[in-house]
């Protein structure tokens, strides 16, 4: 398989050491608007056949929406792992189906977090009933852009999809502010807002925790990724996915959730 890599930073360097591993060729490292310009004629003189070649994508949430459309405009399918665009994703999705292209969106590709996801899931959904209180913390490196990460988000949001005690979420909401009284047996009870954390310190790779904590007892689900290859080997394992298919895909589709 053919690659081109958006974005060549230090989750670029990272995609590109994985690809090669896993015996791919790498046509193209882009890391500026002058260089993307180029990339049509790279990409025919490279090769004719553009289902040969998938672009991933790991730039910054300014140029991720750009990056996209330019996939698109050359019928280059693109796996993305940048993440704070997604308020655009209605018109993206839009878009990729109306023109037969292919996308593969995640904020996570690490598998192991995913897996983490399904939990968080289903630890939403149980603990509704039962008088625990939510809440979610993610920390990374001082670097990181979004806050809270997109990881987070979707954490966040998976837990108000399945638990009806939380109808939002709200960065850095101190977990006190969040608890209120009964008007029957003024018991602590959670409120509709579920609090998220986010910390930037030294050189994090990512940390996200949700706890589920009543008076009697504390649940934790925690996953820290160590490097960045986790993220990487998962983004390579969508293109190699992605080879060849049409349409719209996530990290369901490649596990088969």
């Given at each position: 398989?053919?690659?081109?890599?958006?974005?060549y930073?230090?989750?670029g360097?990272?995609?590109?050491?994985?690809?090669?591993?896993?015996?791919?060729i790498?046509?193209?490292?882009?890391?500026?608007?002058?260089?993307?310009?180029?990339?049509?004629?790279?990409?025919?003189?490279k090769r004719?056949?553009?289902e040969?070649?998938?672009a991933?994508?790991f730039s910054?949430?300014?140029?991720?929406?750009?990056?996209i459309?330019?996939?698109?405009?050359?019928?280059?399918?693109?796996?993305?792992?940048?993440?704070?665009?997604y308020?655009?994703?209605?018109e993206?999705k839009?878009?990729?189906e109306?023109?037969?292209?292919?996308?593969f969106?995640a904020?996570?590709?690490?598998?192991?977090m995913?897996?983490?996801?399904?939990?968080?899931?289903?630890?939403?959904?149980?603990?509704?009933?039962?008088?625990?209180?939510l809440?979610?913390?993610?920390?990374?490196?001082?670097?990181?852009?979004?806050?809270?990460?997109?990881?987070?988000?979707?954490?966040?949001?998976?837990?108000?999809?399945n638990?009806?005690?939380?109808?939002?979420?709200?960065?850095?909401?101190?977990?006190?502010?969040n608890?209120?009284?009964?008007?029957?047996?003024?018991?602590?009870?959670?409120?509709?807002?579920?609090?998220?954390?986010?910390?930037r310190?030294?050189?994090?790779?990512?940390?996200?925790?949700v706890?589920?904590?009543s008076?009697?007892?504390?649940?934790?689900?925690?996953?820290?990724?160590?490097?960045?290859?986790?993220?990487?080997t998962?983004?390579?394992?969508?293109?190699e996915?992605?080879?060849g298919?049409?349409?719209?895909?996530?990290?369901e589709?490649l596990?088969?959730?």
């Amino acid at each position: 398989m053919n690659i081109i890599i958006l974005g060549y930073g230090k989750m670029g360097h990272e995609v590109e050491q994985v690809a090669l591993q896993r015996g791919h060729i790498i046509i193209a490292r882009i890391d500026n608007s002058s260089e993307l310009e180029n990339l049509k004629t790279l990409k025919s003189e490279k090769r004719s056949d553009s289902e040969e070649v998938v672009a991933i994508e790991f730039s910054t949430p300014a140029t991720a929406l750009n990056n996209i459309y330019r996939c698109f405009d050359m019928n280059i399918p693109v796996v993305c792992g940048t993440t704070a665009w997604y308020q655009h994703l209605d018109e993206v999705k839009s878009r990729c189906e109306n023109e037969n292209q292919a996308l593969f969106y995640a904020p996570n590709f690490s598998i192991g977090m995913n897996i983490m996801f399904m939990l968080n899931k289903q630890l939403a959904k149980l603990s509704e009933n039962y008088n625990y209180r939510l809440s979610l913390t993610e920390t990374h490196h001082i670097h990181k852009l979004d806050k809270p990460s997109g990881t987070a988000v979707k954490l966040a949001e998976d837990i108000i999809e399945n638990n009806d005690n939380y109808k939002s979420w709200e960065l850095n909401q101190l977990t006190i502010d969040n608890l209120q009284l009964t008007s029957n047996n003024e018991q602590l009870t959670i409120s509709k807002v579920l609090p998220v954390e986010a910390i930037r310190e030294g050189d994090v790779f990512g940390i996200h925790e949700v706890k589920a904590e009543s008076d009697c007892d504390i649940i934790q689900l925690r996953h820290e990724a160590f490097s960045r290859k986790g993220f990487a080997t998962g983004a390579v394992i969508a293109a190699e996915f992605l080879l060849g298919k049409k349409g719209i895909f996530t990290m369901e589709n490649l596990l088969k959730i």
